[in-house]
């Protein structure tokens, strides 16, 4: 297992290395590269916007630029912000628990239902509620989700008034769980649309693969009460597609959240980056890029290794 | 001379059987159908001409007036008219954008695929790489770079998707390519490149094809979204998603300004998705019959 | 006797066994291991052997549709083994294939007689109208109707695929096809249609054919002569009569007694090698043979026999014929 561990982390490294070059890349393709935003700004001379760059050490070549910069990234120094000069990496993580808590919520809500659906869908196969759950998945899944989000402010918020547009809490109530419980609803809701389309679709068909096998006759020739042989037999098999979905899902999510919180003003990670984008404020930005592609790698890691411990065959391998 | 195993006309014709039967995807074909010819005769059924404003005519309610018939926005211009027009710059973007993204993705995955070795490690790699950024992240901080036109949009957007659809081809390529009618080929001295593209390519249509059509849903999903954002396209030019940007400021008062262009979006995008979906079902190679 | 067509020498094709996960070389599949073959023009040479003995192998690496890992495959005096992909182009032209399946081996997507234009386009052989006459003229000789160019793989039958799949190799006149199984896949009744073409074809155009078998019985309508393989090794070579009626090499023996006899009540007696034929992958030291063999003795564990002429055109590998 350990062995297992260590080749799997031994295979992030090209990752992030290519995550990092494209990150590296991405910058420099800026129109007027990393300090367009200073040319822009009138009072700043070019004599300055020189310095800035020797500063910065963009004066260097290009594979000395980016091995400073990768290593940076590597030991926590990820630049500084063009307005304000904070460290980026402040930035990114002083938004991170509100991108988690609205993740977290929406992946608990879509993951119960999602499963519940899938499931309940592969026990009773082609009746009335599988016909209508698989349809309504294939909606769900066309749903584009930030119009979702308006009509969902449009009805909850503006016509029926239960519920806040927007924000993470009421002014002045910073800190009241009830106020931000109220708050986290909506987003929540579309944020948790289009995960439960995807794990009711994807759970039904790991619990339709996994009935039809051989154990699963054995269990119930032997008598195995059915909540039994769901739990016990089915459960753990069809598991394995899943958690590998949850590994997947994490750009996903990030995206979803993205969007969401861009609807809904929730003061996350995805509004930072449309905040960022408005401003040019280019260090954030590849900061973030960066951010995200790790997070999403340690996601596909954990998930691994998730699998990994619950089937010994695929330690094997 | 007789042949045994059945015509093309019947081949095709029990994968239109197939597909016949999935009546979400013939909505969704029919869907797809009148959304394009919408698009392309929208000059000639836009009432009005989608640009001109008159403040008096300021948020006409919809079926109220008949020189209007789904009301006016903020501008005093015609809703339907910008509908329509919108739809062609949205369903546009959304096809350039798929021929990116099929191109891009067939070319890589047919490389990775047939080549193998070294090109595959490296290509591979490289989709493994694109894949950690979550795409709306990478589209919209390429969108921000690139001067918004239609053709920028659409590439952004195909470039930033391609990635599974070289999966699903190089999967496909790796499994042709161990055919006997491959190593035929190679017998007759053919090259690289005739293999590639003359032998394995038009046997990859059928996933190629699917891949195609769940991508102009998305491609319009992304339109609509960096539009929205303001990345997209530029005002006066309708695409559904800048209209959706400016009804927002009028949500509480006139949301059907809101409410319309959204119900396009959904229904172009659940048109493609249900067409892919059967087109899946209907092609799926694990049901073929093909001997 | 004048310079083979075909001399294949101490051909080898071993293919790495890696680890999954850092593709490091753990073993090595040794499917051709030191093949000798040769083939005179107009001659018709069978491999034959069970499935997994390498003959397969062997053919496509004569073709070099697999690289060999070692040997000299001598064309026409010139070793081919190390050419380059351009440098093999002339002598694609030399030597054709022939496939087992009639399905996978015609492209699904293309009619016929675009397979069949394929070779003229690949060596830019005439224009548009002159490759449909040749295709034509194709279809004519390996008896199928002009009409069946503008038809697809998938409307005839196994047979008549085959008939498209010989038309393909006969296309740039040849002088050698090695025919990988080509009628196992058929029908018992399209087998024989399928070989006396081929026989007659033989006859026409003079071609030399290197036909791969698991079945002696198609063999022994075909052949020449025999090269019988076990384990990625030629054991006996002989011609046709002289290895039916006296075969040397106890797996010959094996693979003879096998066969069903035609004459009732003439029976040989049946000598089933024991056990299953090993892994390629790890093949018994010495002669591969000698763990299945009724003959074996502490030697053949030891030392992998030479291959000795004990008759004109006969050679055997086993220590039982040793001096």
Redesign the interface.
Known sequence: MIGFVA?RLLQAI??LI??S??GFG?MH???GGPLAVYTLNPTIQAQDIERIRIIFGLDQPIHVQYVKWATGIFSGNWGYTFFGGRPVLDVILERLPATLLLMGSALSVAILLGLSIGVLGAVKRYSVFDVLAT?GA??A????T??FG??A??VFA?ELRWLPSGGMWELGEEGNILSLLQHLVLPTLVLALVITATWSRYSRSAFLEVMHQDYMRTARAKGVPPRARLLRHAFPNAAKPLIALLGVEV??L??GA??TE?IFGWPGMGRL??DA?GM?EYPV?MG??MF??IF??LGNLLADIAIAAIDPRVRL? | MSATAAAPESQAGRVWARFRRHRLALAGGMVVALLLASALFAPVLAPQDPTLLDTALRFRAPFADWHFPLGTDELGRDTLSRLLHGGRVSLTVGLVAMVTTVMTGALIGIAAGYLGGIADTVLMRFVDTMLCFPQVFLLLVVAAFVPPTLVSISLVIGLTSWMEVSRIVRAEILHLKEQDFVAAARALGASRARIMFRELLPNAAAPILVAATLKVASAVLMESYISYLGYGVQPPLASWGNMLTNAQGYFDTVPWLAILPGAAITLTVMGFNFLGDGLRDALDPRLRMDP | MAEPLLEVAGLQVHFPIRSALLRRRIGTVRAVDGVNLSVARGETLALVGESGCGKTTTGKAILRLIEPSGGSIRFGGEDIARHSQAQLAPFRRRMQIVFQDPYASLNPRMTVGGILAAPFEIHRIGDARDRADRVAALLRTVGLPPEAARRYPHEFSGGQRQRIGIARALALEPELVIGDEPVSALDVSIQAQIINLMKRLQAELGLAYVMISHNLAVVSHVADRVAVMYLGRVVETAPRETLFFDARHPYTQALLSAVPEPVPGRRRARQVPQGDVPSPASPPSGCHFHPRCPHAMPRCAQEAPASRIVASGHAVACHLEAP
Do not use: D
Request: no cysteine; net charge positive; proline share 9%.
């Open positions: 080749r090209p990752l290519g995550v070059l494209i991405l393709l800026a129109p349809t294939l909606f899944l066309s749903f584009p930030f119009w308006l009509m402010i449009f503006i750009p996903f990030f995206s993205l969007v861009t980056f449309v984008l040019k930005l973030m890029m995200t592609a999403v790698i391998r």
